[in-house]
């Protein structure tokens, strides 16, 4: 019967024309029959992630150089998979031969916190009969238990329970009303629950107990709005309208835009995975990037007391920003033309389910590319730009992180991240001191201070993969005014130190030397400025990680301690605070520090495949105007191609409008050039 199905659903997955590229998260049906594979053979398991086991990097590389001759890679699911009894097992399936190519037990870990995982606690934290008790000492009756909600986090780490027993923390609140926001009302307990046994084995109780908040609801739906005055009603519409269609061309996932060219993938921990970047430059297609992905997140929260030491999210590794993705919604989340991606996962009784429109993909105009007046006649040229959006937005609980890969015409990509949504919040007795550890946001409503510190991978491949990092420090010039090779005192250069090894690589941000990282191709120079080809890392959102060395969160975000890592590229380094994260006690490290330490902080990472790693964000002093809900707070950096093109490679781009010096002499007003619709622009 189950052979029956697999035979069915194979027979299915080969009879879908063309094959998927090697590339593409793996489809509904793929996961359907790795689900009916590992069923056949092991039974009922509860499904934690069936996504795609990515192709090996150097087959992967001959493929994409010779796709005609050299082996294509197989298509294989990357299984999470936990049994009755919270035994965890990791495999792989080859679905190209149907075959189990791995599967072994894993003990001591647990893997990332599912929304049917999260689901489940409130309806058992609302019959517990401490929490009932617990809510009664803090004024909500019994009979007032349906108004209690949780925000059931991963306990992250505590001590006292381990890593053994799957366990998740219900950070408590109320609701008034069902249509009030609860986080004005959050409880003072913190109920611990056994995923396994599905009960609660604890509930940590504050020395000073606080009452339930009697404030007003402080709400931001449109019902409460209304209820205030309403809407404002000076704001007239935008509309933004492409007639011919836009600029871009989607073939399966590979996109082609301006030069560009991009695989989009996907998968439940990061989102939005691009591979194979590359840019055409006059007919030269050039690698840029293997890989691009947010690989981790940590948001370490900053208040002293217990049990507040445990709330710090691994938002992508505890819980998966692919998972926790939106169905996007047009005009609302994106505007204008927008080409939409779906995403396929597993659920937790191993069936397939998709989230409809999870990847935005549009053009926005990006102002002005490039502009120039000659001040003696006001000869002019400027030329509009365009960007490429390629965006995901996930709700990690209270919070919404926007995630966007904008692609520029002159070779730059960008990485902007808004954060939104609603603070995380904590009770406060009228007149309690804060501490300076957070902010009364509201009357009894405090919203502890707080870091985002996002870990961005980068696998360069900057005209192809034997690339060196190189720090760049703006830096005076040496010797003192008056000196010899320093006459004036005005000299100022770019000092680059380059990174031999894992070790000299870990680096942090300097703001006064405005630090910057250079991913360059050694081997190849440029013709003018005689400099090695390369991207430039341009970050300025980079705080230090601020919990201790010796702290929790300093041990299980080793990715956290540093700006920057740099490792040499291996095939399964992909999530830097290891590929199981929640509960880990940090002793050892898991992910960058231990995959350092392996392979030797002193090896050489000089002209070779390496992989840069790079953790940036901010820490967010939280404000009555980040309450009720946070108006977006955006946040980016920068990969910039320097000394990698020749000259400025926009000049082909039509200008919106131009004269030329004899154009003014002659009294000819006509631009002479072509609008970037391309009909010609007379003015
Ligand atoms: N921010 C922590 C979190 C994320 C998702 C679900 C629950 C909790
Ligand atoms: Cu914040």
């Known amino acids: 019967m189950v052979l029956d199905r697999l035979q069915q659903l194979t027979h299915q997955v080969n009879a879908t024309a063309p094959p998927p590229h090697p590339f593409d998260p793996l489809t509904a049906r793929e996961i359907d029959a790795a689900v009916a594979l590992i069923r056949m053979e092991h039974g009922s398991v509860n499904f934690n992630a069936v996504t795609l086991y990515e192709p090996r990097k150097a087959q992967m590389m001959a493929w994409l150089s010779n796709p005609e001759t050299a082996p294509r890679p197989a298509r294989a699911a990357d299984v999470v998979a936990i049994a009755p009894g919270g035994k965890v097992y990791d495999g792989i399936v080859n679905l190209d031969e149907k075959r189990i190519v791995q599967w072994e037990h894993t003990p001591n870990v647990q893997p990332l916190i599912t929304m049917e995982d999260l689901q489940e606690v409130e309806f058992i934290v609302r019959k517990d009969a401490k929490v009932i008790e617990q809510c009664g000492i803090i004024g909500i009756p019994p009979e007032d238990m349906h108004k209690v909600y949780c925000d059931p986090w991963t306990i992250g780490y505590d001590e006292r329970f381990g890593t053994e027993v799957r366990l998740q923390q219900a950070l408590m609140y109320y609701r008034p009303h069902v249509d009030d926001s609860q986080y004005t009302y959050p409880l003072d307990f913190c109920p611990i629950f056994n995923a396994e046994t599905k009960q609660i084995i604890h509930i940590d109780v504050p020395s000073v107990r606080r009452p339930l908040n009697k404030a007003p ?13 309403g809407f404002r009603k000076d704001i007239k519409p935008i509309h933004i309208t492409q007639p011919e269609g836009v600029s871009f061309e989607v073939s399966n996932r590979t996109i082609d835009w301006q030069n560009w060219n991009i695989h989009v993938g996907f998968n439940y921990k990061e989102g939005i995975v691009l591979n194979n970047i590359t840019f055409n430059d006059r007919g030269n297609v050039r690698p840029v990037f293997y890989r691009l992905s947010l690989a981790e997140m940590v948001v370490p929260y900053g208040n002293p007391e217990h049990p507040h030491q445990r709330k710090h999210a691994f938002d992508l590794g505890e819980y998966g920003g692919g998972y926790m993705t939106n169905s996007l919604s ?39 590319l490039f502009k120039h007046t000659d001040f003696r006649d006001e000869s002019t040229v400027v030329t509009r730009g365009r960007k490429l959006i390629i965006s995901h937005i996930f709700t990690a609980a209270n919070y919404e992180y926007c995630v966007y890969w904008i692609f520029h015409q002159d070779g730059t990509v960008q990485l902007e991240i808004k954060l939104t949504g609603i603070l995380n919040t904590y009770s406060l007795n009228p007149g309690e001191d804060t501490h300076g550890w957070g902010t009364e946001v509201y009357p009894g409503v405090n919203a502890h201070n707080h870091q985002h510190l996002f870990c961005l991978r980068v696998d360069p491949n900057i005209d192809g993969p034997q690339n060196t990092i190189f720090q760049v420090d703006a830096v005076q010039g040496p010797g003192e005014p008056g000196s010899e090779e320093n006459p004036y005192g005005n000299a100022f250069y770019a000092k680059k130190t380059k990174y031999t090894t894992p070790l000299e690589a870990m680096s942090d941000y300097n703001a006064s030397t405005t630090r910057t990282w250079e991913m360059a191709n050694t081997n ?7 400099k090695p080809v390369c991207y430039k890392l341009v970050s300025r959102e980079v705080p230090p990680l601020l919990p201790k060395k010796g702290s929790l969160v300093y041990k299980r975000a080793g990715f956290a301690r540093h700006a920057v890592h740099v490792t040499k590229y291996s095939d399964d380094e992909i999530h830097p605070a290891g590929r199981h994260v929640p509960q880990t006690s940090g002793e050892p490290s898991n992910g960058l520090p231990a995959w350092i330490e392996a392979a030797g902080p002193n090896c050489s990472i000089e002209n070779t495949d390496i992989v840069l790693w790079h953790t940036f964000g901010l820490t967010h002093f939280p404000s009555p105007e980040d309450y009720p809900i946070m108006p977006a707070e955006p946040m980016t950096l920068l990969l910039r191609p320097r000394n990698f093109f020749d000259r400025n490679p926009v000049l082909d781009v039509p200008p919106s409008y131009a004269r030329s010096p004899s ?21």
């Open 217 to 229: 609801p402080n709400n931001y739906l449109p019902e409460a709005i209304e209820k205030e005055g």
């Open 524 to 530: 190849k120079i440029n013709p003018y400025s005689k």
């Open 663 to 683: 154009q003014i002499l002659s009294g000819n007003s006509d631009c002479g050039c072509q609008k970037n619709d391309g009909s010609s622009i007379l003015v």
């Open 330 to 368: 047009l005009g609302c989340d994106c505007k204008g033309s927008i080409h939409y991606m779906d995403a396929a996962f597993v659920n937790r009784a191993g069936a397939s389910t998709i989230i409809k429109n999870a990847i935005c993909i549009h053009e926005e105009d990006a102002g002005i």
